[in-house]
């Protein structure tokens, strides 16, 4: 019988679909490669059948819906992912455990260049994890794992190919995956091709009053040419993704490389540029359909995405004496997007060309200690040119080192690490010097078994992060208003500050998880207080009819609850009942009284499904909350429930499997704004839409 690789591509076996409880999982992204019951740290795990069901366009969208996660969209070219409240330069996404090294961090617009239909796993640190990963991970990481760099030996070839139809904007998917080898040697190779059309959405675009306004300047009123009717205009794009890699496996271990290819073109949704926009600019829903090809509407923005990406992996067994193991990365990474106007002219020229190695070690036991130490290195100059640059050309240089030990006493498992960083920005801005930081994390954790079936998880930790570069040089060569330059994409002037300082987060977290059978609880309540809490804030000044946003720095509290529970129901007409249910809550405050912008609201939900060996039916609710806590000079949003509907069946053809899948999802056709999303007034989520594929592994 053929493996099958437990990846968006492939079908785990027909028994791990009847089943509710996850498959016990080995985290790749902590150093000593637990399972989870073996780390407090709060850890959100999307693997086999869970992850081929939830995998979207962008890695916001897969993760979204899950407790303490949500999705930051940008249309439906762009979905980052929202950690506890945090995004941008608090959350950290890895590629195989080295950063993805876009530009995402630096704004909004810009997409993950992460593929989640290609992934193996999706592993979630919730919660500060800059001990392993650095100043970016001080929100959370999201490590996105494939086997572009393959880690075991394989004989023969075996992968898989998917079609896929997702009716909301027209986009159509295809993927292809190869493994194979013979003998101590493997490769990998995979491709994707994803093109779509303008979203679909109920209604207007733009919220009523965000398009009818009175001009300050003119006195004259902005109609409703200003917004589109059932879609969001200049949402289309195409993405290719192809990468190749291989491996050779010795007695002791494996050498590999691989290469990765993406390029990505996508609009920004029409309402986010209107100071851009002239009178042919207008465009109406007959002429919308008109756009099948993806042609750019007039007056729009589509950015231009580009990225090749290397990878080195070295993993020895007993490199040293006293050494377990070491696993080492060498990522090089060549970045640049264009963000063309309208009249095809590109307004910035963004690029990121970035080194980075990671080298973890694990040691043997001494005195009951086991543990790791690594050293995790990243330079790379950072650009945005053109007559739209508001960030200066930046040389950064990041160098950081770190150790983690657990130790066992009874049924107590206690951990604990420290790391320090070396973080420089030096900027070619000649109104700011260079910056130098220095930052200290360290962690202690501890889990009590109670008995075999309760667990008690305690995770403590100190973070500090170092600005990033948008924070610290944005427009920080203007003298002036009048010599301010806006971000395009944003509709919006951002204001950095190059006196920032390190921000300080001291976390708790504590977990109560119950494990029984075929069920499962896990309840978690954090807290999180920050010392110079840096955030963008609306200033409510507008210069030439945009905001005015600032990065300032004021201390902030972030805590919340977080429920997953999963329940083996028994059988009903020959098949398995499964319940989840989940939810969560966060608030965050700064110091003066103000709430901290962009914060998800508080949701619930539930999963009930019906699977055989053949055939799983599922449905699943969510109801959010409006959230009326929206961050000084920001607007509320509206609660929202959201209905699904789905369906798998799977046909065994002899060592191969055809699978086909069916999801409707937003069954009531709501009208859905995300909070966490900068467009949120112009730009809803996708109204009632179906998504059909079939899926073919071998």
Same mark, same amino acid.
């Given at each position: 019988?053929?493996?099958?690789?437990?990846?968006?591509?492939?079908?785990?076996?027909?028994?791990?679909?009847?089943?509710?409880?996850?498959?016990?999982?080995?985290?790749?992204?902590?150093?000593?490669?637990?399972?989870?019951?073996?780390?407090?740290?709060?850890?959100?795990?999307?693997?086999?059948?869970?992850?081929?069901?939830?995998?979207?366009?962008?890695?916001?969208?897969?993760?979204?819906?899950?407790?303490?996660?949500?999705?930051?969209?940008?249309?439906?070219?762009?979905?980052?992912?929202?950690?506890?409240?945090?995004?941008?330069?608090?959350?950290?996404?890895?590629?195989?455990?080295?950063?993805?090294?876009?530009?995402?961090?630096?704004?909004?617009?810009?997409?993950?260049?992460?593929?989640?239909?290609?992934?193996?796993?999706?592993?979630?640190?919730?919660?500060?994890?800059?001990?392993?990963?650095?100043?970016?991970?001080?929100?959370?990481?999201?490590?996105?794992?494939?086997?572009?760099?393959?880690?075991?030996?394989?004989?023969?070839?075996?992968?898989?190919?998917?079609?896929?139809?997702?009716?909301?904007?027209?986009?159509?998917?295809?993927?292809?995956?190869?493994?194979?080898?013979?003998?101590?040697?493997?490769?990998?190779?995979?491709?994707?091709?994803?093109?779509?059309?303008?979203?679909?959405?109920?209604? +207007?675009?733009? *919220?009523? =009053?965000?398009?009818?306004?009175?001009? $300050? &300047?003119?006195?004259? %009123? !902005? @109609? #409703? /040419?200003?917004?589109?009717?059932?879609?969001?205009?200049?949402?289309?794009?195409?993405?290719?993704?192809?990468?190749?890699?291989?491996?050779?496996?010795?007695?002791?271990?494996?050498?590999?490389?691989?290469?990765?290819? +993406?390029?990505? *073109?996508? =609009?920004?949704?029409?309402?986010?540029? $209107? &100071?851009?926009?002239? %009178? !042919? @600019? #207008? /465009?109406?829903?007959?002429?919308?359909?008109?756009?099948?090809?993806?042609?750019?509407?007039?007056?729009?923005?589509?950015?231009?995405?580009?990225?090749?990406?290397?990878?080195?992996?070295?993993?020895?067994?007993?490199? +040293?004496?006293?050494?377990?193991?070491?696993?080492?990365?060498?990522?090089?990474?060549?970045?640049?997007?264009?963000?063309? /106007?309208?009249?095809?002219?590109?307004?910035?020229?963004?690029?990121?060309?970035?080194?980075?190695?990671?080298?973890?070690?694990?040691?043997?036991?001494?005195?009951?200690?086991?543990?790791?130490?690594?050293?995790?290195?990243?330079?790379?100059?950072?650009?945005?040119?053109?007559?739209?640059?508001?960030?200066?050309?930046?040389?950064?240089?990041?160098?950081?080192?770190?150790?983690?030990?657990?130790?066992?006493?009874?049924?107590?498992?206690?951990?604990?690490?420290?790391?320090?960083?070396?973080?420089?920005?030096?900027?070619?801005?000649?109104?700011?010097?260079?910056?130098?930081?220095?930052?200290?994390?360290?962690?202690?954790?501890?889990?009590?078994?109670?008995?075999?079936?309760?667990?008690?998880?305690?995770?403590?930790?100190?973070?500090?992060?170092?600005?990033?570069?948008?924070?610290?040089?944005?427009?920080?060569?203007?003298?002036?208003?009048?010599?301010?330059?806006?971000?395009?994409?944003?509709?919006?002037?951002?204001?950095?500050?190059?006196?920032?300082?390190?921000?300080?987060?001291?976390?708790?977290?504590?977990?109560?998880?119950?494990?029984?059978?075929?069920?499962?609880?896990?309840?978690?309540?954090?807290?999180?207080?920050?010392?110079?809490?840096?955030?963008?804030?609306?200033?409510?000044?507008?210069?030439?009819?945009?905001?005015?946003?600032?990065?300032?720095?004021?201390?902030?509290?972030?805590?919340?609850?977080?429920?997953?529970?999963?329940?083996?129901?028994?059988?009903?007409?020959?098949?398995?009942?499964?319940?989840?249910?989940?939810?969560?809550?966060?608030?965050?405050?700064?110091?003066?009284?103000?709430?901290?912008?962009?914060?998800?609201?508080?949701?619930?939900?539930?999963?009930?499904?019906?699977?055989?060996?053949?055939?799983?039916?599922?449905?699943?609710?969510?109801?959010?909350?409006?959230?009326?806590?929206?961050?000084?000079?920001?607007?509320?949003?509206?609660?929202?429930?959201?209905?699904?509907?789905?369906?798998?069946?799977?046909?065994?053809?002899?060592?191969?499997?055809?699978?086909?899948?069916?999801?409707?999802?937003?069954?009531?056709?709501?009208?859905?704004?995300?909070?966490?999303?900068?467009?949120?007034?112009?730009?809803?989520?996708?109204?009632?839409?179906?998504?059909?594929?079939?899926?073919?592994?071998?």
């Amino acid at each position: 019988m053929k493996r099958f690789m437990p990846i968006a591509l492939a079908v785990a076996s027909a028994n791990a679909a009847a089943q509710s409880l996850p498959i016990e999982h080995v985290l790749v992204t902590a150093p000593l490669s637990k399972q989870e019951a073996e780390t407090a740290l709060p850890v959100t795990v999307l693997t086999g059948d869970d992850l081929r069901r939830s995998a979207r366009s962008t890695i916001g969208d897969t993760l979204g819906d899950m407790p303490g996660l949500a999705n930051a969209s940008f249309g439906p070219g762009v979905g980052q992912p929202v950690i506890r409240g945090q995004q941008g330069p608090r959350v950290t996404v890895l590629q195989n455990g080295t950063s993805s090294a876009d530009a995402s961090a630096v704004s909004a617009d810009h997409a993950v260049s992460v593929e989640p239909l290609l992934a193996d796993s999706i592993e979630v640190l919730r919660g500060p994890a800059t001990l392993l990963y650095g100043a970016g991970a001080i929100g959370g990481v999201v490590n996105v794992i494939d086997n572009r760099v393959p880690r075991t030996r394989i004989d023969g070839v075996e992968g898989g190919v998917e079609l896929r139809h997702d009716g909301a904007s027209d986009m159509d998917t295809s993927v292809l995956r190869l493994d194979g080898g013979s003998g101590d040697f493997a490769f990998h190779l995979d491709a994707l091709y994803r093109d779509w059309n303008d979203l679909s959405i109920p209604g +207007l675009a733009a *919220r009523e =009053g965000d398009h009818d306004h009175d001009d $300050e &300047h003119d006195g004259e %009123e !902005h @109609g #409703e /040419e200003e917004t589109t009717d059932g879609y969001v205009g200049n949402t289309g794009g195409r993405t290719r993704n192809v990468s190749a890699g291989a491996s050779y496996h010795f007695d002791r271990g494996l050498v590999g490389l691989a290469v990765a290819r +993406l390029e990505n *073109r996508y =609009g920004i949704p029409a309402g986010a540029h $209107e &100071h851009h926009e002239d %009178e !042919h @600019g #207008e /465009e109406d829903h007959e002429e919308h359909e008109e756009h099948e090809e993806h042609e750019e509407e007039e007056g729009g923005i589509t950015l231009d995405v580009e990225q090749t990406r290397y990878d080195l992996v070295l993993e020895l067994a007993e490199p +040293l004496p006293g050494f377990e193991s070491l696993r080492g990365t060498v990522t090089y990474t060549d970045y640049q997007h264009a963000e063309i /106007e309208g009249n095809g002219e590109v307004g910035t020229l963004y690029s990121n060309e970035t080194w980075e190695t990671r080298v973890e070690m694990v040691h043997g036991e001494i005195g009951g200690l086991r543990g790791a130490l690594g050293l995790q290195a990243r330079s790379g100059e950072f650009s945005a040119l053109g007559e739209e640059a508001f960030i200066p050309v930046t040389d950064s240089t990041d160098v950081g080192v770190f150790l983690v030990e657990d130790y066992r006493a009874g049924d107590w498992l206690f951990e604990a690490g420290l790391r320090v960083d070396r973080d420089e920005r030096d900027p070619a801005a000649q109104s700011s010097g260079a910056r130098d930081f220095t930052a200290f994390s360290a962690s202690g954790s501890a889990i009590f078994n109670a008995s075999p079936d309760w667990q008690l998880r305690l995770y403590l930790a100190r973070s500090e992060r170092a600005p990033s570069i948008e924070e610290l040089f944005s427009n920080v060569d203007g003298t002036g208003p009048e010599n301010w330059v806006a971000h395009a994409a944003t509709a919006a002037i951002e204001l950095g500050d190059p006196d920032l300082d390190t921000e300080v987060s001291n976390n708790v977290d504590l977990s109560l998880h119950w494990h029984n059978g075929n069920k499962d609880l896990e309840f978690t309540v954090f807290h999180n207080d920050f010392s110079d809490y840096i955030t963008l804030m609306n200033t409510g000044a507008e210069v030439d009819e945009l905001p005015v946003l600032a990065y300032v720095q004021e201390d902030a509290t972030f805590y919340g609850v977080e429920v997953n529970a999963q329940f083996g129901l028994g059988t009903f007409v020959g098949g398995e009942v499964g319940l989840a249910v989940f939810g969560d809550m966060i608030r965050g405050e700064l110091d003066n009284g103000d709430d901290v912008p962009r914060l998800p609201p508080h949701r619930i939900g539930g999963r009930l499904s019906w699977s055989t060996d053949v055939l799983e039916v599922w449905t699943r609710v969510q109801d959010a909350a409006s959230q009326n806590r929206p961050g000084a000079n920001e607007e509320a949003t509206a609660g929202y429930t959201r209905w699904d509907l789905g369906a798998d069946y799977r046909l065994a053809l002899g060592d191969s499997e055809l699978t086909l899948f069916l999801a409707a999802r937003n069954l009531g056709d709501e009208e859905i704004r995300l909070s966490t999303s900068f467009l949120r007034d112009v730009s809803p989520e996708a109204g009632r839409s179906v998504e059909a594929g079939v899926r073919y592994s071998f």
